[in-house]
Nanobody
Framework: QVQLVESGGGLVQPGGSLRLSCAAS????????MGWSRQGPGNKRDLVAG???????NLDASVWGRFTISLDNAKNTVYLQMNNVKPEDSAVYYC?????????????????WGQGTQVTVSS
C-alpha cells in the first residue's frame, strides 16, 4: 500500500553538495515521520536525519551544520540536502517512513523502507 523510492545519489567530491529525494506512493495511508538512515562498510544502519509531518527535525551530531532535512507533505516527499560532504559520509542512504494504514476497521502501523541509494564522497 506504500512504497518509497529514493533518488539523487552518486559520486561527489569532498566539500561538495548533493540532494537526495524520497517519494512515497500508494493509497490509504498516512505518514507521521520520515527519515534518512545510512549504512557504510561494516556498519549498521543508523538514522542520520528525521522529520515529523508538522516540521520538527532531528539530526545526528555527525551531520550538524552540514545536512538539512525537509518534507513536502503535499507530495509525500522528503529531501536530504547534503553540504560540505566528507569521505566518511560515503554510504548507502535509505529513506524510511512511519506509516499508518487503515483497511476497514483494522489499523496497522509500521515502518517502510526504500531500496537505498549509494553516495560516494571521493576526489
Amino acid at each position: 500500500q506504500v512504497q518509497l523510492v529514493e533518488s539523487g545519489g552518486g559520486l561527489v567530491q569532498p566539500g561538495g553538495s548533493l540532494r537526495l529525494s524520497c517519494a512515497a506512493s500508494g493509497s490509504g495511508f498516512t505518514i507521521s515521520h520520515m527519515g534518512w538512515s545510512r549504512q557504510g562498510p561494516g556498519n549498521k544502519r543508523d538514522l542520520v536525519a528525521g522529520i515529523t509531518s508538522d516540521g520538527r527535525t532531528n539530526l545526528d551530531a555527525s551531520v550538524w551544520g552540514r545536512f538539512t532535512i525537509s518534507l513536502d507533505n503535499a507530495k509525500n516527499t522528503v529531501y536530504l540536502q547534503m553540504n560540505n560532504v566528507k569521505p566518511e559520509d560515503s554510504a548507502v542512504y535509505y529513506c524510511s517512513a512511519e506509516v499508518a494504514v487503515v483497511n476497514g476497521r483494522t489499523r496497522a502501523d509500521f515502518r517502510s523502507w526504500g531500496q537505498g541509494t549509494q553516495v560516494t564522497v571521493s576526489s
